[in-house]
């Protein structure tokens, strides 16, 4: 039993083969770059898990799902695998096509109930170790934001929250951050946004 056939037929245009290997080898880079990308934030995730059992972190953007993600991992990789050969004139069987369905479907199952439960126990973990989330720099569907005292989360800050956010995750590991210097810098961006926006 073959497990691919040939793409291109000896009839196909030049033009048709540049044109489906150039798309053969941007699809195998993007699901490999996906891959890559999960996988990092999963790190990262658990480096933040460290740093806050340290003591390090002082704000954070809550990012538990990413390990639900990496639950995809594994399709990616046979998706970007399945590309790769199609740059080599070569394509999966519709038996192969049918078994990465049901991987697909299996990593589906999997991947969101895992992003749930991870989402629930970071949110959690981090009440526990005394953080605060902060909704008015969380707007629409952004990450949720944590901060360890409730005195740097401002209302005011919802129109400047990326800039906010940007600034308060820069004081991490930099000791415990001031409140007046918070104060200062939240005047300066929201008398900046004003101006331009008045």
């Known amino acids: 039993m073959r497990a691919y056939e040939t793409v291109f037929k000896p009839e196909d245009s ?3 083969k540049v044109t489906f290997i150039t798309l053969f080898i941007s699809l195998t880079f993007l699901f490999l770059f996906l891959a890559y990308l999960f996988f990092i934030e999963a790190l990262k995730m658990k480096q933040t898990i460290n740093d806050i059992s340290e003591g390090k972190v002082y704000f954070l953007k809550q990012k538990g799902k990413v390990f639900g993600f990496i639950c995809f991992t594994p399709l990616l990789l046979i998706l970007a695998y399945m590309f790769a050969h199609g740059v080599c ?3 999966p069987t519709k038996i192969i096509i049918g078994l990465v369905v049901k991987v697909a479907v299996f990593c589906f199952f999997i991947a969101i109930p895992t ?13 526990e170790k005394g953080f605060v989330e902060c909704t008015s720099y969380s707007p629409g569907i ?7 005292d409730e005195q740097f989360c401002d209302e ?9 956010k940007k600034w308060l995750l820069k004081k991490n590991g930099q000791g415990e951050p001031s409140l007046d210097e918070f104060k200062e810098i939240m005047t300066l961006y929201l008398s900046e946004y004003y101006e331009l926006f008045n």
Request: positive net charge; without cysteine; glycine residues 2%.
């Open 115 to 127: 992003s749930i439960f991870s989402s629930i126990y970071m949110a959690d973990y981090l009440h």
């Open 89 to 91: 004139n070569k394509r």
């Open 142 to 148: 952004s990450s949720d934001f944590y901060v360890y």
């Open 156 to 164: 005011e800050g919802v129109v400047i929250s990326y800039k906010i």
């Open 14 to 16: 030049l033009i048709k």
